[in-house]
């Protein structure tokens, strides 16, 4: 059977694999989507798997929205052991006993690190300082200091915890933050708080918005199928937003771009026309709905 051509698009859920980048498993969808027009919903690191949310053609603008949903992870954490990267990836700078370590204490530092907090990027993130990303810098030897930014951790909850490796100790967590919250500063600051030291040595994450492990795709099974597309663009959009349905005159004037009357739904929401088709992303103000994005332009 010949591969289909190129359609509008949708989202991918890929269940990304460990030692791959989030860019690698882009180029893979590229490459299975025979287009160049795809990108992802926000960067899982190399050591970390789980739920990476694929755009493919129109539906890449969506992608803005998946980039700020809630994140679910399931983590590991290793008190006792300090690196440079506050994961197992990086070097170890300093090694603590961790055999003084209780439940107790652990669950109150938890208790801390949950809510609205200031947390600290891991030096080796992203984030740009003076143009050049954060990890460069470490990476060439310099002391990196990074601003406190607000993140809310929903939920922090501890698992098992165990020994390990001697006399230090692993925990598993389950974290529910919003978008820009560093998993291994979690593991850095809990270390820090117990006097131990602490990294992260496992990341799963497990939910991006309402996309989950139940539905995503491993590479290998989306290499099978006529078109890696998991969730065609309508559904995408029905999925992630509320939904508002336009008669055949609204359809075209929001395909224009032009304004149409509220309904008095708050937040962005999809608007869909008579086709079945979504058309745009709109948001209600100053009295009109007006489109943030337009999937659906008028030909």
Known sequence: MSKQPPGPGGLVVVD??????????????????????????????????????????????????????????????????STVTDDAEGEVTARASADGITEERVRAELATLTGDIQQVPSAVSAIKIDGKRAYKRVREGEEVALAPRPVTVSRLVLGDLRPADGDRL????????????????????LGAALGVGGHLTALRRTAVGAFTLAEAETLESLAERDHPVTLPLPDAAARFFPRRDADADEARVLSHGGPLEPIGIAGPYAVFGPDGEVIAVVREREGRAKAEIVLSPAG
Do not use: F, Q
């Open 16 to 81: 990304k694999p460990g030692g791959m980048t989030s860019h690698d498993v882009v180029a893979r969808v590229r490459r299975l989507a025979r287009t160049r027009r795809v990108g992802h919903g926000g960067t899982l690191d190399p050591m970390a798997t789980g739920v990476l949310v694929v755009g493919v053609e129109r539906a890449t603008r969506l992608l803005t929205y998946v980039i700020g949903s809630t994140k679910r992870y399931s983590a590991t954490i290793r008190l006792g052991e």
């Open 170 to 189: 692993d925990l598993d967590v389950d974290v529910e933050c919003s978008s820009g919250t560093y998993i291994r500063a979690i593991a850095r600051d």
